[in-house]
């Protein structure tokens, strides 16, 4: 299956890593790099729903979602690409808040066990979820990177049934909002 994929750049990395300690959180992390994860995550639906990586809100949306316009919020896992991967949405966050879409970004490590994220990273956009649907998905620990349990449980919705992100686009327009859009990578 193709999915919308977005190429990370050198620029985008160095915004992102200069972000970091403005909104990294005090929580059980996954990887050494959740925080950086996250936030080229939020660059990636950026760039594919916008066109510009640059209209993030980064720094800006602590405690709300991320992105109003839509109220969508982005999910990010840096993991090697497979379809068995899951959206993931942990059980208390999923209480805290209820984005109209969850949307789950995947950036293409070449390992698991990677410690950091290079240019030219693909990221891709592979579908969305309502917050009904996340709350109803069933939760577990899904584990950390670094070894051993996560610490937390998640609602976890394999991709493939996630929905496709055309699909999120139809739905926006008919509501009279346009996406522009960007070039997808090759995969």
Not at 143 to 160: A, C, E, Q, T, V
Request: hydrophobic content about 35%.
């Amino acid at each position: 299956m193709n999915y919308p994929c977005v190429e990370i750049s050198q620029e985008m990395l160095d915004e992102a890593r200069e972000l970091v300690p403005k909104v990294d959180v005090e929580r059980t992390k996954a990887s050494p790099f959740d925080t950086l994860a996250g936030i080229l995550g939020e660059f990636v639906w950026a760039q594919w729903w916008y066109g510009d990586w640059r209209k993030h809100r980064v720094g800006q949306n602590k405690g709300n979602v991320d992105f109003e316009e839509l109220n969508v919020e982005v999910k990010t896992s840096a993991i090697p690409f497979r379809e068995n991967l899951h959206l993931l949405v942990r059980e208390e966050y999923a209480k805290a808040r209820k984005p109209r879409f969850y949307v789950q970004v995947i950036i293409d490590v070449p390992q698991r066990n990677a410690k950091d994220i290079e240019p030219g990273t693909k990221a891709y956009v592979v579908g969305w979820a309502t917050a009904e649907e996340v709350e109803r998905a069933p939760k577990r620990d899904m584990g950390s990177k670094l070894g051993g349990k996560g610490g937390y449980r998640s609602h976890f919705i394999p991709i493939p049934e996630l929905h496709r992100m055309d699909e999120l686009q139809k739905l926006v327009q008919e509501q009279g909002f346009v996406p522009r859009g960007a070039e997808e990578c090759t995969s």
